[in-house]
């Protein structure tokens, strides 16, 4: 038993040095890519071609138009924060972006991310979740008929039907699963951006500065599953002295110093 622990142990520990590593690696090599705004329209979405940095554009656009609405200053895209984003998406794992017990860890990463590239908005919000590219609800049923193209995703709602003859009298006509429309899918997500934090911290006047970064799931696509994208969110702004600042990361012994270890 107690060598299966300390086995276990050591793998755990090889995981997260080479996870900090890959981190470290991935946001030296990053660079700022910020989206365009525009307003989204009733068309659907190309779940096939998903464009991320376009509807990236589309959800800032609505967020904005939010924040316009309280007399609040619109967010302003800050290179630390997307190229933190787009660091997240290409290393984090699935659960940080469907569990909140990983939120220390990423508040973690992020702060030591932005200070590495040295950041001038050290007071931030970090938000990660998935979100649905299809007109479907989480627990409703589905199913998947590879001969059926009425739909592009070939998934239709409710149970698999035990008839495809129309002239039988338990036939029972299929009703596509489309994609959601632009429209649609930005005011859900500005809707879970409002159920993740108050509303009092998203029109909070610390908050000024934004990025947000879209990866779709590529196991969701095709595949006989509902079309799903990673997101994280990082608002944030310049700290006060009514904020606390965060505790300063030790650079005076040989461990610290170590990029590879300073997430231990």
Known sequence: MIRFITIALVLNSFVGYAQNKR???????SKANFAEEWGASGAKLD???????????????????????????????DSAYNRMCLTGLATF???????????TRVHRYTEIGIRRMQGNNRLFRVIMFK???????????????RRNFDSELQLYKGKTPTTRNPEHENYVEPV????????????????????EISAKE??????????????????????????????????GGKQ????????????????????????K
């Open 23 to 29: 981190f470290f690696r991935t946001i030296d090599s």
């Open 47 to 77: 779940v096939l071609n998903f464009d991320e940095q376009n509807y990236e554009g589309a959800i800032l656009d609505e967020l904005n138009a939010q924040r316009s609405l309280k007399n609040r200053s619109v967010f302003v895209q």
């Open 93 to 103: 794992s699935k659960g940080y972006y469907t569990s909140h017990k990983n939120e």
């Open 131 to 145: 979100i649905r590219l299809a007109d479907i609800e989480n627990n409703e049923f589905f199913y998947y008929d």
């Open 176 to 195: 596509p699963v489309d994609e959601l429309s632009e429209q649609d899918f930005v005011n859900n997500f500005v809707a879970k951006i409002k159920r």
């Open 202 to 235: 998203f029109y909070s006047k610390h908050y000024t500065h934004i990025s947000l970064s879209l990866r779709v799931d590529p196991s969701s696509v095709g595949r006989r599953r509902i079309p799903k994208a990673y997101v994280m969110v990082i608002l």
């Open 240 to 263: 006060t002295q009514k904020i606390k600042a965060a505790r300063p990361i030790p650079q005076n012994n040989a461990a610290s110093n170590n990029p590879y270890t300073i997430l």
